[in-house]
């Protein structure tokens, strides 16, 4: 059975043809830079030329940064705040033949990851962190989503968490794999406070290079690299369109 998913970035929008089957993609996903500003017309454009690319005329599903809900998108922390109360699935399917699943994008990858990757087989409360422009995050309690959590927004040291420890804070400040590492244990000390979790997936870009930063976090909950790395959120929207996960 295949499937399609597009996985909105800030930096670039990914989209390919997806064998639900195997959770891995069929031939060479297309990405092309999001538009600058980013702002929902642009988007849904590019949106369009990439299903366009595959021919793709069924029911796709699209990530987008914050929390969404029925289609609506209710925040825009790493986005143009003209997003706040567009209805995204509405603006895509005057632009594209199928019809449109949206779902927050970190949830997208917690969903790929708890059907074929580190969180496969997974019971009790899993946690999956994406670490990009800023930190996603993904509950699932038995392997059901909660959707549209936003743990990267918790307080730390007076901030939000993921000014500190994201990505884009590791890269912006020049840190080392150690020293950032220290600012991800900090974050996940303060969650740990209230969020008793089993197993920490986590994910983006940063996954690629877990030995140099996982093994050194001391977090109590066991913590574990993602599997499917940037593919994830691909796959993720492929499924839950597909199933209808996350509406």
Not at 151 to 178: C, Q, T
Request: glycine share 14%; proline share 4%; with cysteine.
């Amino acid at each position: 059975m295949q499937g399609f998913g597009v996985d909105i970035g800030g930096s670039g929008i990914k989209g390919c043809v997806v064998d639900l089957d195997k959770g891995e993609l069929v031939g060479e996903r297309v990405r092309i830079p999001t538009p600058q500003p980013a702002l929902p017309d642009p988007v849904y454009g590019v949106v369009a030329d990439i299903v366009g690319q595959f021919g793709w005329e069924g029911r796709i599903g699209v990530t987008y940064p914050g929390v969404m809900k029925h289609g609506v998108a209710f925040t825009a922390a790493n986005m143009d705040h003209s997003w706040i109360g567009t209805d995204m699935a509405a603006g895509l399917e005057k632009v594209i033949p199928g019809t449109v699943q949206t779902l927050n994008d970190a949830d997208a990858a917690g969903i790929a990851e708890m059907a074929y990757g580190a969180g496969r087989g997974e019971r009790g409360l899993v946690l999956m962190l994406t670490f990009g422009t800023g930190i996603g995050s993904a509950l699932f309690i038995d392997g059901k989503l909660v959707p549209n959590t936003e743990f990267g927004h918790i307080e730390v040291d007076g901030a939000d968490g993921e000014k500190a420890a994201s990505a884009a804070a590791r890269e912006r400040e020049g840190l080392s794999y150690p020293a950032w590492a220290k600012r991800v244990d900090r974050y996940l000390d303060t969650l740990e406070m209230s969020l008793w979790a089993d197993l920490i997936i986590v994910g983006g870009g940063v996954s690629k290079k877990a030995e140099k930063w996982v093994p050194l976090l001391s977090t109590r909950t066991r913590v574990v690299p993602a599997q499917l790395l940037n593919d994830a959120g691909i796959v993720g929207a492929a499924l839950a369109a597909e199933e209808h996960i996350g509406q």
